[in-house]
């Protein structure tokens, strides 16, 4: 099992910055997801061990995902956000090589507690 933990969740203005951290412990694919209050969780980003990265559409040129496999980290940088990015997010990690960047939570095995992004108009 691979342990997670995210950081780097706060509160900020619409058009606004931030950048979330995920200790982990390892993974082939890892990715970041998110869940609104009364919504599914949805993935947003998911990048390999050879660093190929697939995003959701909406965040697509706005979110930026990276990881330093020397470090065991992953990152999530976060422009230009939107009220509509608030959410509880997530960092995901999936074992198998055949995770194919997948943005489908069932994948990944391994979940962190969560970090809260807050977007205010």
């Known amino acids: 099992q691979v342990q997670l933990v995210e950081s780097g969740g706060g509160s900020v203005q619409a058009g606004g910055s931030l950048r979330l951290s995920c200790a982990a412990s390892g993974g082939y694919c890892m990715g970041w997801f998110r869940q609104a209050p009364g919504k599914e969780r949805e993935g947003v980003a998911a990048?390999?061990?050879?660093?190929?990265?697939n995003y959701t559409d909406p965040v697509k040129g706005r979110f930026t995902i990276s990881r330093d496999n020397a470090k065991n980290t992953l990152y999530l940088q976060m422009s230009s956000l939107k009220p509509e990015d608030t959410a509880m997010y997530y960092c995901a990690a999936a074992t198998s090589r055949f995770c194919y960047l997948s943005l489908q939570p069932y994948v990944y095995s391994s979940w962190g507690p969560g970090a809260q992004v807050t977007v205010s108009s």
């Open positions: 990048i390999d061990n050879n660093g190929r990265t």
